[in-house]
């Protein structure tokens, strides 16, 4: 298990290069490429850019292990859920240049699931968003994701077609092919009362990376572990316990947000420190 980020706070703040050394300095194997700002759907940069940016990435022993889609993947428009399918696919295609395995495509959440109607449709307006994609996974090489969500509904975190684990086993198990993989969200399986550990056994090997980020089950703070009230060493301990084979991914961004830039980097040192306590946790649990 490696250390992983991804690079909302980053990017902004210290360039696309400066991050690169940042990371490297501070103990971060990988980046989750967040594939949903404008400047990467514009004739800003081109091709060379993304290889270059990865080259110099890689020579910094910096990888881009996985990537994050636009958000939300649907809408109750058909021409903006048409408009966002083609940011999605172009997204996939720039992920795959930087060299990710694997990219998060959020699944539909538009309309509340508490109504079965609802619950349905999404289902299978999922299912085929999902089977769409499975030609531009085999383009290029590259593998999607499907995240745990909440959604908000009237002042609290209501379930979503994938917010429990049974529910996106069913997804997963119903496509059926090796271009899926779950992305588990332990700070979204918090928010709708689920107890991480347990959902993380009941999708088992269907976990191929993580969201890892900490709440107060109220709110989605996206915050560093420790900083809310998940309970950390059973999260890593069900992990070695279905054999998790991927990386410990951040998506702390909020914790670096709220530091001053001038001290950002030093603040990427600690987060590097807390990771690696975690990795430690896990492997421990691994040799027993």
């Not at 990537?67 to 058909?78: G, L, M, R, V, Y």
């Not at 495509?105 to 449709?121: D, F, Q, S, T, W």
């Not at 999404?122 to 590259?142: F, T």
């Amino acid at each position: 298990m490696k250390l992983v980020t991804n690079m909302i706070g980053l990017d902004t703040v210290l360039g696309h290069y400066g991050m690169i050394d940042a990371l490297a300095e501070s103990g971060f194997y990988g980046i989750d490429f967040n594939a949903d700002k404008e400047e990467y759907y514009t004739d800003a940069h081109d091709k060379n850019f993304y290889l270059e940016w990865r080259k110099y990435a890689e020579n910094k022993g910096v990888y881009f292990t996985q990537a994050h889609a636009p958000f939300a993947s649907s809408f109750d428009d058909e021409e903006k859920t048409k408009e966002r399918f083609i940011e999605i696919t172009e997204a996939m295609k720039i992920s795959s240049w930087l060299g990710a395995e694997m990219i998060v495509v959020h699944p539909c959440n538009y309309l509340p699931c508490h109504i079965k109607e609802n619950a349905e449709k999404m289902y299978e307006q999922n299912i085929n968003i999902y089977k769409s994609l499975v030609p531009y996974c085999e383009k290029y090489e590259i593998k999607v994701a499907i995240e745990n969500i909440n959604r908000g509904y009237n002042g609290f975190s209501s379930h979503t077609s994938t917010s429990k684990p049974e529910l996106l086993a069913k997804l997963i198990d119903e496509l059926n092919n090796p271009c899926f993989t779950v992305c588990f969200d332990v700070g979204h399986s918090h928010l709708v009362r689920e107890n991480p550990a347990e959902a993380i056994r009941k999708l088992g090997s269907r976990i191929g990376c993580l969201h890892i980020h900490d709440n107060d089950g109220n709110g989605d703070n996206h915050t560093l572990p420790f900083y809310g009230t998940i309970e950390w060493e059973s999260v890593m301990e069900a992990l070695a316990d279905v054999d998790y084979q991927g990386n410990l991914s951040y998506e702390a961004g909020h914790f670096f947000k709220n530091v001053p830039e001038e001290i950002r980097v030093d603040s990427l040192k600690y987060m590097s420190a807390v990771g690696h306590s975690l990795i430690k946790k896990f492997e421990g649990y691994k040799i027993k």
